[in-house]
C-alpha cells in the first residue's frame, strides 16, 4: 500500500484528527491532533502494519511556530520496508501528551528521553523519570530558552569539577 492510500485511509478514520499531510523527497508526514494520538498511533499499528516505532522526539519552535512544540513519532512497517512520520502540536502551557507506550514498547524510553530534555510529559506514562540528566538537575536542556551555563554559574555551581 503506497503512503498516499495510508494517508486517505487515516483521513477517512480520523478526518476531523488530521490537521496537514506534507510529503518532502518522498516522505510522508501527518499531522494530527494530540487528543487523538493512541487512537491513531493504535490505527497506524493494528490496520496500516507499522509495528515498530522508530523514534519518537520533541521539537522547539520557541519564537517561529505556534503552538510552540511538536512531538514527532517515526513508524516503520517491517514487512513492506515503509516509514512515516506523525507530528502532535503540544502548546507550551499545557506540554502534555498521552503515552503511547501501551502501543509500542519503545516509546517507554522515547518518551522518558523527550521529556528529560524537552520537557513534554507523558500522561500514562509506567515510569516517567530522568533517563539521561541526574535526577536533581533543573530544567530541561534541549529547550530553545534553556540558559547557556559554564560549571562556575548557578545552579549548578562546582558540578563539572
Same mark, same amino acid.
Given at each position: 500500500?503506497?503512503?498516499?492510500?495510508?494517508?486517505?485511509?487515516? =483521513? &477517512?478514520?480520523?478526518?476531523? &484528527? !488530521?490537521?496537514?499531510?506534507?510529503?518532502?523527497?518522498?516522505?510522508?508526514? !501527518?499531522?494530527?491532533?494530540?487528543?487523538?494520538?493512541?487512537? !491513531?498511533?493504535?490505527?497506524?499499528?493494528?490496520?496500516?502494519?507499522?509495528?515498530?516505532?522508530?523514534?519518537?522526539?520533541?521539537?522547539?519552535?520557541?519564537?517561529?511556530?505556534?503552538?510552540?512544540?511538536?512531538?514527532?513519532? #517515526?513508524?516503520? #512497517?517491517?514487512?513492506?520496508?515503509?516509514?512515516?512520520?506523525? =507530528?502532535?502540536?503540544?502548546?507550551?502551557?499545557?506540554?502534555? !501528551?498521552?503515552?503511547?507506550?501501551?502501543?509500542?514498547?519503545?516509546?517507554?524510553?522515547?518518551?522518558?528521553?523527550?521529556?528529560?530534555?524537552?520537557?513534554?510529559?507523558?500522561?500514562?506514562?509506567?515510569?516517567?523519570?530522568?533517563?539521561?540528566?541526574?535526577?536533581?538537575?533543573?530544567?530541561?536542556?534541549?529547550?530553545?530558552?534553556?540558559?547557556?551555563?559554564?560549571?562556575?554559574?548557578?545552579?549548578?555551581?562546582?558540578?563539572?569539577?
Amino acid at each position: 500500500m503506497s503512503d498516499q492510500a495510508i494517508v486517505e485511509k487515516l =483521513k &477517512a478514520k480520523f478526518s476531523s &484528527a !488530521v490537521l496537514d499531510v506534507v510529503e518532502h523527497r518522498g516522505e510522508t508526514t !501527518v499531522t494530527v491532533e494530540k487528543e487523538r494520538i493512541v487512537e !491513531v498511533c493504535t490505527f497506524m499499528r493494528d490496520d496500516c502494519g507499522y509495528n515498530f516505532l522508530c523514534d519518537l522526539c520533541g521539537v522547539d519552535y520557541l519564537g517561529k511556530l505556534t503552538p510552540r512544540f511538536m512531538v514527532v513519532y #517515526n513508524l516503520y #512497517n517491517i514487512t513492506t520496508k515503509q516509514r512515516i512520520r506523525i =507530528k502532535i502540536p503540544v502548546a507550551e502551557e499545557d506540554a502534555n !501528551v498521552d503515552t503511547v507506550s501501551t502501543v509500542w514498547g519503545t516509546a517507554n524510553w522515547h518518551e522518558r528521553e523527550c521529556w528529560d530534555l524537552m520537557g513534554i510529559s507523558f500522561n500514562g506514562h509506567p515510569d516517567l523519570r530522568r533517563i539521561l540528566m541526574p535526577a536533581d538537575w533543573e530544567g530541561h536542556p534541549l529547550r530553545k530558552d534553556y540558559p547557556l551555563q559554564g560549571p562556575d554559574r548557578e545552579p549548578y555551581q562546582g558540578r563539572l569539577s
